[in-house]
T-cell receptor, first 116, second 114 residues
Framework: DTGVSQDPRHKITKRGQNVTFRCDPI?????LYWYRQTLGQGPEFLTY????????KSRLLSDRFSAERPKGSFSTLEIQRTEQGDSAMYLC??????????????FGPGTRLLVL | AQSVAQPEDQVNVAEGNPLTVKCTYS??????LFWYVQYPNRGLQFLLK??????LVKGSYGFEAEFNKSQTSFHLKKPSALVSDSALYFC????????????FGTGTRLTIIP
């Protein structure tokens, strides 16, 4: 059973460019979450999917951010017109349908974004 | 609104001594509580959780945590610290129904001194 994977692991971009990150959840997990973590802080919730449906979006997710999960499997997070304040670690997590650990969110290794 | 406080940014413990990392929370209704550990440049690794039942929860690598409803606390403990326990620890809370987002504390850096 492979864990949550994220790609790329690192991304350096120039201010104003668009970037897209991918997350592959644990197989058969129907819930997928995106968080953002800046230096010295805990992760902050961005958005959450159950299957294909995006059920909640944080106010942190400005209109430059968009997330999709088109087939209820992998998800993408796109940031348009990046700003230096977008520099952070972007974490993806997934949780399962039922069973002992259905409430537990399992995290991927993260994508570290640096906007120059 | 839900929140987590980790009052200590840094905790230093001698190897072999017991360790405690403190966490208090605020949430409407009954909480689900979690501890995660983060190693440098890595994602978060699940350690343990409280959902319901026994207030003392046991998790990975010999860690345990005690849920105290009256004090709204969920402190992480280990009887005998190892150097390899040195890492950043995060406490998190969510409601037990509806909203599934986790709210994290700011983290506590645990350093085990050989």
């Amino acid at each position: 059973d492979t864990g949550v994977s994220q790609d790329p692991r690192h991304k350096i971009t120039k201010r104003g460019q668009n970037v897209t990150f991918r997350c592959d959840p644990i197989s058969e997990h129907n819930r997928l979450y995106w968080y953002r973590q800046t230096l010295g802080q805990g992760p902050e919730f961005l958005t959450y999917f159950q299957n294909e449906a995006q059920l909640e979006k944080s106010r942190l997710l400005s209109d430059r951010f968009s997330a999709e999960r088109p087939k209820g499997s992998f998800s993408t997070l796109e940031i348009q017109r990046t700003e230096q304040g977008d520099s952070a670690m972007y974490l993806c997590a997934s949780s399962g349908r039922a069973g002992k650990h259905q409430e537990t969110q399992y995290f991927g290794p993260g994508t570290r974004l640096l906007v120059l | 609104a839900q929140s987590v406080a980790q009052p200590e940014d840094q905790v230093n413990v001698a190897e072999g001594n017991p360790l405690t990392v403190k966490c208090t929370y605020s949430v409407s209704g009954n909480p689900y509580l979690f501890w995660y550990v983060q190693y440098p440049n890595r994602g978060l690794q699940f350690l343990l959780k409280y959902i319901t039942g026994d207030n003392l929860v046991k998790g990975s690598y010999g860690f345990e945590a005690e849920f105290n409803k009256s004090q709204t606390s969920f402190h992480l403990k280990k009887p005998s610290a190892l150097v390899s326990d040195s890492a950043l620890y995060f406490c998190a809370v969510r409601k037990n129904f509806g909203n599934e987002k986790l709210t994290f504390g700011t983290g506590t850096r645990l350093t085990i001194i050989p």
